[in-house]
């Protein structure tokens, strides 16, 4: 069915085939997947996208949405739509009535919601490093970034969630969700709290108010006050440097100072490290670390962690970096859309971490990273957790993992297609045997603790790939899935939200 032209929406906010917008908008961030709609709708307020969907619904086409269009599955084009909901032009960000919360609409980027907070409040959000991510979906996966042992994950601090919902009379409309309510709304809160997008309705908005505890007293924006300024460093240690015993001893030592430092509210848990371990094609290894210079105010609680990860050894990095302003610091250590992964097809994985690795996980990671490879961008990133993270309940939100105290990343880009078989084999051939003992996934362990579902990974779907015997949604939502599928069944009782990991209404 073709959808038109929908006469309910403004021509201007439509973008159609053979207008020169179509081809940039038909590609997100993996190009290895196209969406191609009959027509993308640009809305600029709220109203404009309940009377999208209306349209949408009332005449039976298929519609999806997205913000900033970096989801690595192909949620958003497939199966194929008639309408998506582009929402990058609903990016208003303003105090709340009462001024004391944050109202962001979801097409807001990160790095917009950093400055606009910083810039106007001198208040900040544990948003992620990827500048270009879109609000929309990064909250409702939960959302973490290098402030995150320090302040815990972005839906932590999320006070209301506006969204628009389709119920059982096909009449769509526009529900507040606030932290406070009970009931069918409370759910809807919740699982809007790292239940994953796509799931229940398009959210237009999210405010934010921090926990009491985060906030000084008497402030006016509820929020947690910015730092005076970071300490960051980018420390570069090159391969040659390092043979298998060195590797192994450098990953483990990572594990072991987060072992040892995960409570909350130390010096230790403002410091926040990311680790590229790079295939050796890229002739280094890199790691990205900060510290708040308000806590950790001569920098030893980051200089201790660096200089333990190499003590004794004859491995040596390259630092760069110092103590920066907090905007600077935090705009230094982004990760923005540019170089090689620009128009690159791509392919994720995610697991979280509990305890250390054992030696022979690391010494398959060093052999798939040493082995020879046609990969322009390919790497396992590790990223610090725990702290305040790890301070609320598995099911106090959505987001369940909450005990862990790293989380990795396994990426690989590419340009070419032809490439495709070569580059998703060299990452499941990686993933598969770490996780060997397992099925080829992190199942909840004593070492793991499953998947995040904003990096989502459909393999996890294919028992040719996950030989665990246990569901992909064990995986991401653990025992908070069975209160997401009672909320899918009330929000969204028609099924109009849906792709290949949302989530199943039905009761198993």
């Not at 439509?14 to 191609?36: I, K, M, T, W, Y």
């Not at 932290?179 to 069918?184: Q, R």
């Not at 809160?189 to 237009?204: M, Y």
């Amino acid at each position: 069915m073709s959808a038109g032209v929908a006469p309910g929406i403004r021509l201007q906010e439509q973008v159609r085939p053979g207008d020169p917008r179509f081809a940039e908008l038909s590609h997100s961030d993996n190009q290895r997947f196209e969406v191609l709609p009959d027509a993308f709708v640009l809305p600029r307020t709220a109203a404009e996208v309940v009377t999208a969907m209306q349209e949408a619904v009332t005449q039976g086409w298929e519609i999806s949405c997205r913000s900033g269009g970096h989801c690595g599955q192909d949620f958003v084009g497939t199966p194929r739509r008639n309408l998506v909901l582009d929402l990058h032009r609903l990016n208003d960000i303003r105090l709340t009535a009462d001024g004391h919360g944050v109202r962001v609409e979801a097409g807001a980027t990160v790095g917009q919601v950093q400055k606009e907070l910083f810039r106007e409040w001198g208040v900040t959000l544990p948003l992620g490093a990827c500048s270009a991510v879109g609000m929309g979906g990064l909250v409702a996966g939960g959302g973490y970034g290098p402030l995150s042992r320090q302040l815990g994950l972005v839906a932590d601090h999320l006070a209301a969630v506006e969204v628009a919902v389709v119920d059982g009379d096909r009449q769509v409309r526009l529900i507040t969700a606030r932290a406070n309510d009970d009931g069918e709304l409370g759910d809807l809160f919740w699982a809007h709290t790292g239940g994953g997008g796509g799931n229940f309705g398009v959210v237009t908005a999210y405010e934010f108010r921090s926990p009491e505890h985060l906030v000084e007293p008497g402030a006016g924006v509820r929020l947690p006050r910015a730092a005076g300024g970071l300490h960051v460093q980018k420390i570069i240690y090159p391969w040659p440097m390092i043979d298998e015993a060195a590797f192994t001893e450098l990953i483990g030592r990572f594990f072991a100072w987060h072992e040892r430092h995960q409570e909350p509210g130390t010096a230790e848990a403002s410091v926040f490290a990311t680790f590229f371990l790079h295939h050796n094609t890229t002739p280094y290894l890199q790691l990205m670390v900060q510290s708040d210079a308000d806590i950790d105010q001569d920098g030893s609680a980051l200089a201790d962690f660096v200089a333990g990860l190499t003590a004794g050894t004859r491995v040596m990095g390259i630092p760069r970096g110092g103590r920066m302003t907090f905007l600077t610091g935090t705009r230094y250590m982004s990760q923005a859309d540019c170089g090689d992964v620009m128009g690159a097809r791509s392919a994720s994985k995610s697991a979280y971490h509990r305890a250390a690795p054992g030696a022979g996980q690391l010494a398959v990671l060093y052999r798939h990273l040493t082995t020879p490879h046609a990969g322009p961008a390919s790497y396992v990133m590790l990223n610090s957790y725990g702290g305040e993270i790890n301070r609320r309940e598995r099911t106090a939100t959505a987001s369940v993992q909450r005990d862990s105290i790293a989380k990795s990343s396994w990426f690989t880009a590419w340009l070419d297609q032809g490439q495709d078989e070569l580059q998703l084999g060299w990452l499941r051939g990686l993933y598969e045997e770490f996780f060997a003992e397992t099925g080829g996934v992190p199942l909840s362990n004593a070492s793991t603790d499953g998947c995040y579902i904003n990096y989502p990974d459909a393999d996890v779907l294919d028992p040719m790939h996950n030989r665990s015997g246990q569901a992909w949604s064990d995986l991401y939502y653990q025992e908070n899935y069975g209160r997401l599928q009672r909320t899918k069944r009330t929000w969204d009782p028609h099924g109009v939200f849906h792709h290949r990991m949302s989530i199943d209404p039905a009761e198993v």
